[in-house]
């Protein structure tokens, strides 16, 4: 069974830094794409950013482009998203996903971020 | 980018209706387009990917059709566990745009 399991949210100030992990089982994690995808209390879902299976490839939103790096490492199996100068309009829940080429078939249950003072 | 326009925005339908949303996007995508499923406190679900493929496991009264610009996502009879929001998303283009989103509620 597919399951992505985030961890690392929390409250932080304005202006602070984050890590956020996605800790991935149930197939091989290697061959995979992964995202992150935020949203905001009560609103929609906002793509952040998405990394290759190798880590060849790496986007960015232009939101976050600058202060968030995506990483992952294939022999732990985990996916990271480091936060940094995280603002107010970064509060969100945010979902690691599996990109399986042509969509994003499995989700985690997300975790929320809190940039407040 | 890549702008998608789902309508309606919120919408009300009794059990064994049929319910349709579209969405429309600001350029051609072809048919890069899949539509997740979101109820309340819980993270999407895939429903149909590449603008008219049912994901596995999925309820066959979901479907969806359309390319180009315009997308069309129906449930052919509502069912009380239908109630979520769905949204459309392109992958054409990065960024990985979404729709604004759609609130299904039973009326």
């Known amino acids: 069974e597919v399951q992505l399991v985030e961890s690392g949210g929390g409250l932080v100030k304005p202006g602070g830094s984050l890590r956020l992990s996605c800790a991935a089982s149930?197939?091989?994690?290697?061959?995979?794409?992964m995202n992150w995808v935020r949203q905001a209390p009560g609103k929609g879902l906002e793509w952040v950013s998405s990394?290759?299976?190798?880590?060849?490839?790496?986007y960015y939103a232009d939101s976050v482009k600058g202060r968030f790096t995506i990483s992952r490492d294939n022999a732990k199996n985990s996916l990271y998203l480091q936060m940094n100068s995280l603002r107010a309009e970064d509060t969100a829940v945010y979902y690691c996903?599996?990109?399986?080429?042509?969509?994003?078939?499995?989700w985690g249950q997300g975790t929320l971020v809190t940039v407040s003072s | 980018d890549i702008q998608m326009t789902q309508s309606p925005s919120s919408l009300s339908a009794s059990v064994g209706d049929r319910v349709t949303i579209t969405c429309q996007a600001s350029?051609?995508?072809?048919?890069?387009l899949n539509w997740y499923q979101q109820k309340p406190g819980k993270a999407p679900k895939l429903l149909i990917y590449?603008?008219?493929n049912l994901e596995t496991g999925v309820p066959s009264r979901f479907s969806g059709s359309g390319s180009g610009t315009d997308f069309t996502f129906t449930i052919s009879s509502l069912q009380p566990e239908d109630i979520a929001t769905y949204y459309c998303?392109?992958?054409?283009?990065?960024?990985?745009?979404f729709g604004q989103g759609t609130r299904l509620e039973i009326k």
């Open positions: 350029q051609d995508i072809s048919n890069y």
């Open positions: 590449d603008a008219s």
């Open positions: 149930g197939f091989t994690f290697s061959s995979y794409s």
């Open positions: 996903a599996r990109w399986a080429g042509t969509k994003t078939d499995y």
């Open positions: 998303q392109q992958y054409d283009n990065l960024p990985f745009t």
């Open positions: 990394i290759s299976s190798s880590s060849s490839y790496i």
